[in-house]
């Protein structure tokens, strides 16, 4: 709290110096095309709505347009093409320190009648991939920093929407509708990625501490929480579909930040004015690193070390289409050192030294080619991956000698081709197919020093490779100008043990009025598992090993999803949404409790079948009022169970049956300065969950054998404490002639409530004691944008 004093008091400093009288004002420029086709809307006209004196142009034969010397501060966007429905894009930031770009996709109206649905930010319903119907939302990338305690990550901003549930403090993890983390898929720039994020925690886990992504880099994307379209394979519970943006081809420009998280440089700018060819990339590394080199321990002595890096060239060709070379990839690794003086040794972890690492990396190259007649264009992708995560555990001799003790590799390189191919026959048929072709090579191994014979057991040690095969069609009808439907098929064969899967998706959304809509989707989905649980290895009585698992199914799940939208105003609007998922072929345990729902990541050390069964079933209420007048605010209440059926063929509560989740986030900003060109915002949110469910611990059994026993029959049968969290946030913007730059901090957690993460029988108290979620987290940051 003392920090964000501070803070203020400096905001309110700067506004008193504020000497300069003088209106600034930015270039705004871009690009307009057909929404399904992506041909360019040559005349189409965009104006800034109540400018004064009037601010207008219209787009060149390319589609590409520019509007000089706009007003700094927020304006509101108007697109207006002959046969197309209008397009509003409001209150985007426009600021002295960049150029604004816009690239605006238009919809062809089916008849030639006045608007019927408002498009661009108060239209958030409607995603930007226009195949899908239900449970979908595009987000602005602005919307990661302007939510509090964000720190401009997808994920953690995805965590107050309708049917999203944090899992904590330490890590980004999402759980959508009841299911694992897990069952999320991540895509970028059109195919699957590794996970994004550093830190993450085990085999499978689709989060971790820190986002790689740079909201530098990020363009408009969508998020989706059920009843994906046809081309979302390998997804069970989410998906999150994000797009890099593209550098500004006709002016250099440099974005520098410094912050708790991260110290981060970001550079664009032309490579070819005249062919508007532009580069954009970023690289940013651990501050906490920094600290702690010159002695300043923040994390104390455990400190997390990171740094990442991204890129986009684009090069736009006359003949061949456009290309993008595109990356991202980050580095990370956190442990603690063993004590070199057996003197001090009380504990065995005085001895121990523990080491982590990760890496994860994805590049690619997009081409994308609109063919004659502007009614096909082809995108090609062909991508390379590599994720790795190492574990090492160690143990010091009284000779201060390393006994390796444990040792975990799990690395992976991916080849990734995908094509897909986008027709538009009319205004009311667009068709799309696509094949996407993996090659997943692997190297994996597993050691663990078995105490009893002084010998390594080894659990993993495969080095191979193997394909995962996919294809999928789509169609989308438009009968009228109030209905659409979304139809389509994907399948999949997985080439390790010859699972496969068929997968029909249909939706259908029905305008009723300029004011409400109904929808409705289904179909079914899976997600492959990683590798390493596949080939896991087990030991017979006679020190024999088999691979159990090699022939478990995915899991699967049917989802059906039905809504309803309400214009409450032009700002504002309220969505309900129900849902039903039957989730079968879950990997369990015979004759137990255990099922792969209830992990976020790792391995499964025994044989696994698929006879589990699982239901998740709810509603989602989403009541949000648009960034407008300054002001804007967002209530998402989700009211769900969460369950399944275990290899002892008992329904349970899944461990991420939380039960209610409600989330309320909001903010102001105000235009300050003696021409009112900076601004100074405030925000806030507030999350309030049920607590996980787990087994409960039987305290007096603990007692009487000196260790941790649960209560038998009775798993996942308690919920933890409720889980609150408040957030707040502030944030200055300057504006002067040439330049930008932004202080913000904001405070996570600020109450300092100690959520309890998990629980835990301690024999030394011999009490139940408790893991607590992070307290109070300050988060500041300062950047400059010229």
Not at 3 to 18: D, R, S
Not at 540 to 555: A, F, G, H, I, M
Not at 573 to 583: D, F, I, S, V
Not at 746 to 759: H, P
């Amino acid at each position: 709290m003392k920090q964000l004093k501070f803070v203020v008091a400096i905001l309110i400093l700067l506004q008193c110096t504020e000497v300069v009288a003088q209106v600034h004002t930015q270039t705004v420029k871009g690009r307009i095309v057909d929404k399904d086709s992506q041909a360019p809307l040559w005349g189409a006209n965009i104006i800034v709505v109540n400018s004064d004196p009037f601010i207008g142009v219209a787009a060149d034969s390319m589609g590409y347009f520019k509007l000089p010397q706009v007003p700094v501060g927020r304006q509101t966007f108007m697109i207006s093409y002959l046969g197309y429905n209008d397009v509003i894009v409001p209150e985007m930031i426009v600021t002295t320190g960049k150029e604004l770009v816009l690239n605006i996709g238009m919809e062809e109206m089916v008849t030639r009648i006045s608007e019927v649905v408002i498009s661009g930010d108060r239209d958030k319903h409607n995603a930007l991939n226009g195949m899908s119907t239900v449970s979908s939302r595009s987000f602005q990338v602005e919307e990661t920093g302007r939510y509090a305690a964000c720190i401009n990550d997808p994920a953690r901003m995805a965590q107050s929407f309708a049917g999203v549930a944090c899992n904590g403090d330490m890590s980004n993890e999402i759980i959508v509708r009841g299911n694992s983390p897990r069952g999320l898929l991540w895509r970028l720039e059109g195919i699957e990625i590794p996970n994004p994020n550093h830190f993450p925690n085990g085999q499978g886990d689709s989060g971790g501490g820190v986002s790689i992504f740079s909201n530098n880099m990020l363009s408009n994307s969508d998020f989706f929480s059920g009843a994906f379209a046809a081309e979302y394979g390998n997804a069970l519970s989410g998906v999150f579909d994000i797009n890099l943006r593209k550098g500004n081809a006709g002016k250099r420009e440099t974005t520098f930040q410094l912050g708790v998280l991260g110290t981060e440089i970001s550079a664009e700018g032309p490579i070819s004015r005249k062919h508007r060819s532009s580069y954009l990339i970023s690289y940013r590394y651990s501050t906490l690193d920094w600290l702690y080199a010159i002695g300043l321990k923040v994390a104390g002595n455990i400190v997390p070390k990171y740094q990442d890096m991204s890129y986009n060239f684009y090069f736009p060709t006359g003949k061949t289409g456009s290309f993008n070379i595109w990356g991202i990839g980050g580095l990370s690794g956190t442990g603690n050192d063993a004590i070199k003086d057996s003197a001090k040794w009380e504990k065995f972890r005085d001895r121990f030294a523990y080491d982590e690492r990760h890496r994860m990396f994805s590049t690619g190259v997009t081409r994308t080619y609109l063919f004659k007649g502007n009614k096909t264009y082809l995108k090609s992708i062909a991508s390379f991956s590599n994720e790795r995560n190492t574990t090492d555990e160690d143990t010091l001799n009284y000779q201060y000698q390393f006994v390796p003790i444990y040792n975990d590799t799990f690395n992976y390189n991916d080849l990734r081709f995908s094509v897909m191919l986008n027709h538009k026959a009319n205004s009311r048929n667009l068709f799309r197919f696509g094949l996407i072709e993996t090659v997943k090579f692997h190297n994996l191994s597993i050691f663990d020093l078995n105490r009893e014979t002084g010998k390594y057991d080894i659990f993993l040690e495969e080095n191979g490779n193997t394909q995962l095969h996919q294809a999928y069609l789509q169609w989308q009808y438009k009968p009228g100008v109030r209905v659409t439907i979304n139809s389509g098929v994907h399948g999949w064969q997985f080439a390790l043990n010859n699972d496969y899967s068929v997968e029909p998706r249909v939706g259908l959304r029905w305008q009723l009025n300029n004011l409400q809509a109904l929808s409705i989707g289904g179909g079914l989905h899976s997600r492959v598992e990683t590798v390493s649980n596949y080939l896991y290895r087990i030991y017979r009585e006679d020190s024999t090993q088999y691979q159990p698992n090699l022939s478990v199914k995915c899991t699967k799940a049917a989802h059906i999803v039905a809504g309803y939208d309400l214009q409450l105003s032009e700002y504002m609007r309220l969505k309900a949404e129900l849902y039903y998922q039957h989730l079968y072929d879950i990997p369990v345990q015979d004759s137990t409790s255990f099922a792969a729902v209830n992990y976020v990541g790792g391995l499964a050390d025994f044989e696994l079948v698929n006879n589990g069964t699982g239901r998740n079933y709810g509603v989602e209420l989403t009541l949000e009022r648009f960034l407008n007048k300054g002001y804007y605010y967002l209530f998402t209440t989700s009211l769900f169970e969460s369950k399944y059926t275990g290899g002892d063929k008992i329904e349970r509560n899944t461990f991420f049956n939380n039960r209610y989740v409600f989330n309320a986030l909001g903010g102001k900003e105000f235009k300050v300065g003696r021409e009112k060109n900076n601004s100074l915002s405030f925000n806030g949110r507030i999350i309030w969950k049920g607590g996980n469910m787990v087994t409960p611990i039987d305290l007096e059994k603990s007692k009487e054998h000196g260790r941790e026993v649960l209560v038998e029959g009775a798993e996942f049968t308690e919920q933890s404490p409720d889980y609150i969290r408040l957030d707040i946030g502030i944030s200055y913007r300057k504006n002067n002639q040439k330049w930008a730059w932004i202080l913000s901090a904001d405070a996570q957690n600020v109450t300092n409530r100690l959520n309890i993460y998990s629980s835990y029988y301690d024999n030394s108290t011999r009490r139940i004691e408790h893991n607590y979620n992070l307290g109070i987290v300050p988060i500041l940051r300062f950047q400059v944008e010229f």
